[in-house]
């Protein structure tokens, strides 16, 4: 489906190659960013999280990504908006920012969890929830460390009622970012080609994916 709509489109159709089953799509960046990329702005964020939440009393809203899906400019908004969310029922827990917009967002609770320290996962939520009753507000945590540890938080949730969100990425996009910070911060020398061939070796479920994507 990707190829044959870069294919029919004229003004990118330069930057497509394409021969039997072998493809090759060249400038990634700049045909996929500009072209495929929603970008979120920040009233979109602030309303998929009210207008999904505000229709029913939930005790915890939490986002948990998904990795590389704009976790990171998420929680930067979040955590300059806290007082515009406390005004619509909010509230949402203070947590480090690097100079650069990056952080691990309310990730002390997910490394707690890791840990194994269930005792200490079981404090720090407490804590935040009786800073958000305090001020009946609904608790908003957000850390895409909490994307693959589902299970550890039946230890705190339960009884409870949640609203999961969570961002899905176009896989192809993924992979491109992946392999972008690979290179930035890991120094890999690996080209797109390479890393997907690595990937597809050691992971047959993203090959499929990948495959799909291009079939």
Do not use: C
Request: avoid cysteine.
């Amino acid at each position: 489906r990707w190829l044959n709509y870069l294919e029919n489109d004229k003004y990118y159709n330069h930057n497509f190659t394409a021969k039997n089953e072998n493809f090759e799509i060249k400038r990634w960046g700049k045909i996929l960013f500009k072209r495929f990329l929603k970008k979120r702005t920040e009233s979109k964020i602030f309303n998929d999280i009210i207008s999904q939440s505000i229709q029913e009393n939930y005790d915890v809203v939490i986002h948990i990504g998904s990795p590389k899906a704009g976790t990171s400019a998420i929680q930067k908004f979040l955590l300059g908006n806290r007082k515009s969310l406390e005004k619509e029922g909010y509230y949402y827990p203070p947590h480090p920012i690097n100079k650069n917009g990056v952080s691990g967002g309310n990730s002390i609770l997910a490394i707690a969890f890791l840990e194994n320290k269930i005792d200490k996962a079981k404090e720090i939520y407490s804590q935040w929830e009786n800073e958000a009753k305090s001020s009946n507000k609904t608790l908003l945590i957000s850390s895409e460390s909490f994307f693959n540890i589902a299970n550890k938080f039946k230890e705190i949730f339960s009884n409870k009622k949640v609203l999961v969100i969570a961002y899905q990425r176009d896989i192809i996009e993924y992979l491109l970012s992946v392999h972008n910070q690979l290179i930035k911060r890991h120094f890999s020398t690996l080209t797109f080609e390479d890393y997907i061939d690595s990937l597809m070796d050691k992971n047959l479920q993203t090959a499929n994916l990948v495959n799909k994507s291009f079939s």
